[in-house]
């Protein structure tokens, strides 16, 4: 059974920086395409950030792109992103997630789809202040 363990949200000003984590246990983060998506009140939930095991390479959301960072290590298999110059637009409550297909697909928006990923965290609420 794989679990996630997220932390790191909080309440922050507009321009300021937070860093989110994700532990995992069950799976090997390394070995599947492990994302972070959000989901503001009445709006449906999003891909923010994702890495594609298929490819190695990471996605992000066009709203985050220069903003916020996507890493994950092996070591402790924990996923983190980084959300620098925050928004107020980028209040949400922040979940990790994992996509156990491969694909390979020419669209960052199909790796940040929610509708591949199986498993969820419990999320982590990120409230920025204008």
């Known amino acids: 059974e794989v679990q996630f363990a997220e932390t790191g949200g909080g309440l922050v000003q507009a321009g300021e920086s937070l860093t989110l984590s994700c532990a995992v246990s069950?799976?090997?983060?390394?070995?599947?395409?492990v994302g972070w998506f959000r989901q503001a009140p009445g709006k449906e939930r999003e891909g923010v950030a994702c890495?594609?095991?298929?490819?190695?390479?990471?996605y992000y959301a066009t709203s985050v792109k220069g903003r916020f960072t996507i890493t994950a290590d092996g070591a402790s298999n924990t996923v983190t992103l980084r959300m620098n110059n925050l928004k107020s637009e980028d209040t949400a409550v922040y979940y990790c997630?994992?996509?156990?297909?491969?694909?390979?697909?020419?669209?960052?928006?199909?790796?940040?789809?929610?509708?591949?990923?199986?498993?969820w965290g419990q999320g982590t609420q990120v409230t920025v202040s204008s």
């Open positions: 997630a994992v996509d156990y297909t491969y694909r390979l697909s020419p669209s960052a928006s199909d790796y940040l789809s929610p509708r591949y990923y199986r498993d």
């Open positions: 069950g799976i090997d983060v390394d070995a599947y395409t």
């Open positions: 890495i594609a095991s298929s490819t190695g390479r990471s």
